[in-house]
């Protein structure tokens, strides 16, 4: 296994932290106090900042919320190490390299003989994007800091009769999209009104501050460590109530996915009004 990425990210062999579901971490409205999130108050932010694997060679340089905040964390097959451990897995880390006629050379010279080389390059949404919108609008898919200001990851404040739904990243994409799209129906009803440019770029603006300040890799414009906070403000939006659970315990400590966010009879009944 060939890693020619320089800034190495965290990959978790199971869904647990110190022996804990994962979710306590980050998923639950308590976690969310431990850490930054657009429109906090004084004390929470000072909350934030107080509280603010070796063995392969595969430690990261950068802490590991940087990788959760961005969206780059992985979670491996629960056997992944245990196959590595017995040598069915080598890892290699090369910042440059190129083919050979029976394999892949690193530029430490080393070659190695592979019958598929796999190529992980990612995805360029923004060049995508780009490639489809006409002028003017190409030009100002993404601001100053290199990120697409998309008031509650789905409208452009520029950008008039388009709305993009799964660009936003989180720590559930469908969970965080499916919100969102009911959010934009609601919207394309008349249920509420969007507000100001200015108002929209001032709550975008917000929320790349706070990534700035939690990652390096704040340009993959990922919500995961503020996700909750950011479906509460569009379950106001929709006049749904922010708190979906059924008591203040599960509120604090259980973890919110796409089931708390069925509607109930009552915010059926106003889409359907």
């Known amino acids: ?35 930054e999130r657009p429109n906090q108050g004084l004390l929470r932010s000072l909350a934030c900042h ?7 060679g595969l430690k990261p340089d950068h802490p590991f919320v940087e990788d959760y905040a961005s969206c780059q964390m992985a979670i491996l097959p629960e056997n992944f190490f245990a196959e590595a451990d017995q040598g069915r897995i080598l890892f290699k880390k090369s910042s440059r390299w190129c083919f050979w ?5 690193l530029d ?3 070659r190695l003989e592979a019958d598929v080389v796999l190529l992980a390059t990612g995805f360029d949404g923004k060049k995508k994007l780009r490639s489809v919108l006409p002028e003017p609008y190409r030009g100002l898919i993404v601001d100053s800091a290199g990120v697409m200001p998309l008031y509650r990851g789905t409208i452009h404040p520029l950008i008039p009769h388009m709305a993009f739904v799964g660009y936003i990243e989180s720590v559930s994409n469908l969970h965080t999209s499916e919100l969102r799209c009911k959010w934009l129906g609601r919207l394309l009803k008349g249920h509420f009104e969007l507000p100001s440019v200015e108002e929209m770029f001032r709550q ?7 990534m700035k300040r939690t990652t390096r890799f704040y340009r993959r414009h990922c919500i995961s ?16 109530s922010s708190w979906r659970k059924r008591n203040w315990m599960s509120e604090a400590f259980g973890a919110y996915n796409n089931q708390d966010y069925k509607e109930d009879k009552s915010e059926q009944a106003v889409l359907l009004d």
């Not at 107080?50 to 392969?56: R, T």
């Not at 006629?101 to 050379?105: A, D, F, H, N, Q």
């Not at 460590?225 to 749904?240: A, L, P």
Request: net charge negative; hydrophobic share 35%.
């Open 101 to 105: 006629e029976g394999g892949v050379v």
């Open 1 to 35: 296994m060939h890693d020619g990425d320089k800034d190495a990210s965290l990959d978790c062999s199971s869904y647990a932290i110190w022996g804990l579901p994962f979710f306590l971490f980050f998923s639950t409205r308590f976690s969310q106090f431990l850490h």
């Open 108 to 110: 430490d010279g080393t």
């Open 204 to 210: 975008t603006s917000q929320e790349t501050e706070v």
């Open 225 to 240: 460590t503020f996700s909750i906070n950011h479906s509460d403000e569009m379950c106001d939006e929709m006049g749904w």
């Open 50 to 56: 107080l509280l603010s694997p070796v063995e392969y």
